[in-house]
């Protein structure tokens, strides 16, 4: 059945997690002041909008300022900001009273708020397969078809834009050596608490990494089996903490990304390196001095139950029955060691698309830059042919030409959603080719 040109949104977001929600809020705000509707569709592969939830755990919280939130940085005013959020709950003025940054529970339960705001229509459990052309009679393309799957039950549903934006987010990375074993007993973190769940009791669990998700995991396990041997896995000498300096931590600020933008290849490369230890493979002052509070009592009371394996790599990994089996190699030394475990936790992080899957029927109509990504511009639109009219944004999945301030991080969540609303809506306003 075709469908009639009423049918063609103005935007199509592919993944209604934070940064769909920032760009929703973007849109609706421009829509609440200037009175105008923008056709939106959202669609998102989950029941619903939680903020990893699968790692809400008590007693963690976030690790950037509260009004670093989806509108705040774009507008005070906005109706979906963090201060909207705790005036709309009553708990504004407990809440000035915390100090510190936000429980993870709490900013969770705000990101499933600010979703709740979103007039438009949100499609949940619509995982994003591909974003199709449209090619017209003539030979252009002035629409995309966005197919999705219900994972529920296999169907297939479609929806066509005239702007598309993935903000389907980076993927789990789980390394080489642990695939072969993933399933009940080895897990990515992203699946921690209903893995945990499945499993019952534990006496020996192992954590691999050492960043912010593995540190307080291990915290969290000690808590909620506080009889069983927890292995900790790091490859250099130990748990180290972020850099919090206050002129480092400029890199997430708008202007940052605008330097970082205009610089070339090589250089973006190297700057990137260098911000990497603001945000990854570190953990907070909380989490450090948690850790070492626990192994310092473990040494005051000489009961062992932390076992802090530094400057170790795993090599081998396998699962016989209900124990998993870990193959493990000083890094330095080359020595060799097993360690067996009930479960195993891998807190390697994720990792951003080189090119976004979904757009590979798109490469015909898209410009690469010399190592075969697309080329983007400022506002996070990959650049086009030009018979092709769609503007394809990629919304998070940037860092390398944007910088670590525009992937995951909220810290920019409301400038880059504001920068793609603006481009958005200035191309709409052209008049559409002939």
């Not at 997690?17 to 809020?25: D, E, R, W, Y």
Request: glycine share 8%.
């Amino acid at each position: 059945m075709s469908m009639s040109p009423y049918d063609v949104h103005d935007l199509v977001v592919a993944g209604f997690g934070p940064s769909g929600i920032a760009l929703a809020a973007a849109v609706e705000d421009h829509d609440d002041a200037h009175g105008g509707v923008l056709s939106a569709r959202y669609l998102e592969k989950a029941a619903d909008s939680a903020w990893q939830p699968n790692l809400v755990l008590p007693g963690t919280d976030i690790q950037h300022h509260f009004l670093r939130d989806f509108a705040t940085p774009r507008d005070p005013r906005s109706r979906f900001g963090f201060p909207s959020y705790l005036h709309q709950t009553g708990r504004f003025y407990p809440f000035t009273l915390m100090g510190g940054y936000p429980s993870r529970l709490e900013w969770s339960d705000y990101v499933q708020w600010a979703a709740g705001q979103v007039r438009g229509r949100v499609d949940y459990h619509r995982e994003v397969l591909s974003v199709e052309p449209v090619v017209g009679d003539d030979g252009r393309v002035r629409s995309a078809r966005v197919v999705a799957r219900d994972p529920r039950d296999g169907s297939v549903h479609s929806v066509e834009g005239r702007n598309i934006a993935l903000a389907t987010g980076h993927e789990a990375y789980v390394p080489e050596v642990f695939r072969p074993a993933l399933g009940e007993r080895v897990f990515h973190a992203s699946k921690l608490l209903p893995s945990l769940a499945g499993l019952g009791r534990l006496d020996r669990v192992a954590v691999i990494g050492a960043g912010q998700t593995a540190g307080e995991i291990v915290l969290h396990l000690a808590g909620l089996h506080p009889d069983a041997h927890i292995h900790s896995l790091v490859r250099h000498a130990g748990f180290r903490m972020y850099e919090l300096g206050h002129f480092s931590n400029e890199v997430y600020f708008p202007d940052e990304t605008d330097y970082f933008y205009a610089l070339g290849d090589e250089e973006r490369e190297r700057a990137l390196n260098q911000a990497r230890a603001t945000n990854y493979a570190a953990v907070d002052p909380d989490v450090s001095t948690g850790l070492y509070q626990a192994v310092y009592q473990d040494r005051l009371t000489g009961r062992q139950r932390l076992h802090m394996h530094r400057r170790t790599d795993v090599r081998g990994v396998s699962v016989i029955g209900d124990v998993v089996r870990l193959e493990t190699e000083e890094v330095f030394t080359g020595e060799r060691s097993v360690i067996e475990a009930d479960a195993v936790i891998v807190c390697t992080g994720y990792r951003e698309a080189a090119f976004p899957r979904q757009l590979e029927a798109f490469k015909p109509y898209l410009k690469f830059d010399a190592q075969g990504r697309p080329d983007v511009t400022r506002a996070y639109r990959a650049e086009t042919t030009d018979d092709c009219e769609v503007g394809l944004y990629l919304d998070g999945l940037t860092e390398w030409r944007h910088g670590i301030g525009s992937a995951t991080s909220f810290s920019q969540m409301a400038a880059k959603a504001d920068t793609i609303h603006r481009d958005l809506r200035s191309r709409l306003r052209q008049p559409v080719a002939a």
